[in-house]
């Protein structure tokens, strides 16, 4: 779906938003995402704001109405939702702007430490979960996966595509939290290893990187073992759902391999291999 410009919103969206902000000085499109019917930096002459918004008929408008609602229980390095304006089935949202790049996931990226950093400080901020109306994992991955292996207390992103990691001065901010669940705490980390693996690390490798995050180390095995095998599967329909998204193959073939990494060896001897790799 294509993006709109900014211009074409109806006049009575850009009114209200002018309402909120003052005059609009400069307006800068932002191109990542698919969501979004339009994403873009505002400039005032106080302010900067990064702004996104839904039409009456975008079928995923939910995901935005969901990190309006979320937003207030987030972390303060989170940014703040600071206006919303709802009219005429157009809902756009404007959150405090946070400069920053998206971190490189590759083997030997120097943003790997700094990911690691803020996957710890997310579950440690966010357990116990914050937010009482929030979609439990048991719910979320329902007839997919053991509901004993995801179950817990904390708030989880669950979308760790790099798109949604900025590298600052600061660290790393994560940013869209449309799609978060009540769920284990390790599974971010989880989602994390999946998308090193597409990024070229090998399953082992991936798995070493993740040990750090005091959370993983204290996951049981055969509950990692439980989501790996049900987010794979569930990928690869995903895949078969929609054969023209060209991101969905390489993420399922990167989950499939973790699978078969998981499924290979005795737990005593992942376990060795994640503590040689931990030391080199």
Known sequence: MPRRHWHELPTSVLAEVKARVGPVLRVTSIEAGSVSDVAVVLETSQNRYFCKGVSPDNPKGWMHRNEALINP??????PRLRWRVDTYGWLVLGFDYVPGRHPDLAPGSPDLPALASALMTMAAALTPCPAKDVQRATVRWAGRIAPGAIDGDTLVHTDVTPHNFLVNDAGITVVDWSMPCRGAAWID???MVIRL??????PEQAEAWASQIPVWADARPEAVDAFAAGVAALNRERQHQRPSAGHLGPLADAAAAWTRYRAGGSVAERGMARESLAQH
Not at 73 to 78: A, I, Y
Not at 197 to 202: N, S, V
């Open 73 to 78: 229980c987030l972390p303060t390095r989170v």
């Open 189 to 191: 980390t989880a989602l």
């Open 197 to 202: 693996i597409r990024a070229g690390h090998a």
